[in-house]
Nanobody
Framework: MQLVESGGGLVQAGGTLRLSCTASGFSLDDYTIGWFRQAPGKERDWVSCTGSRGVNITYYEDSVKGRFTISSDNAKNTVYLQMNNLKPEDTAVYYC?????????????????WGQGTQVTVSS
């Protein structure tokens, strides 16, 4: 099982990025997929997740609501994180992770499969 993130980069405040999380060795539709981020010197925090086992409900941390959108393309076995109106405080390494936990969860420890992360830097 492997998750690979891509799409990070350097953008100005107010800009947009779309992160991708592509799975190999398993079907994302069987998992809840979460996005997390970790800024320098800070803990890894939950950002968003899909519904459980393909349920079409999405969840967001308050600071990204209305700016970030999580979506899935089952044919590509990929989950996306569309990030609009980016702010300098969004600067972090972004990780995707998968869990089979029965309910959508923001709890980091419930996610057992992690990607390597992709850097997002937002300049002011």
């Amino acid at each position: 099982m492997q998750l690979v993130e891509s799409g990070g980069g350097l953008v100005q405040a107010g800009g947009t990025l779309r992160l991708s999380c592509t799975a190999s060795g398993f079907s994302l539709d069987d998992y809840t997929i979460g996005w997390f981020r970790q800024a320098p010197g800070k803990e890894r925090d939950w950002v968003s997740c899909t519904g459980s086992r393909g349920v079409n409900i999405t969840y967001y941390e308050d600071s990204v609501k209305g700016r970030f959108t999580i979506s899935s393309d089952n044919a590509k076995n990929t989950v996306y994180l569309q990030m609009n109106n980016l702010k300098p405080e969004d600067t972090a390494v972004y990780y995707c992770a998968a869990t089979t936990f029965i309910s959508p969860t923001s709890a980091l420890y419930r996610y057992l499969n992690w990607g390597q992360g992709t850097q997002v830097t937002v300049s002011s």
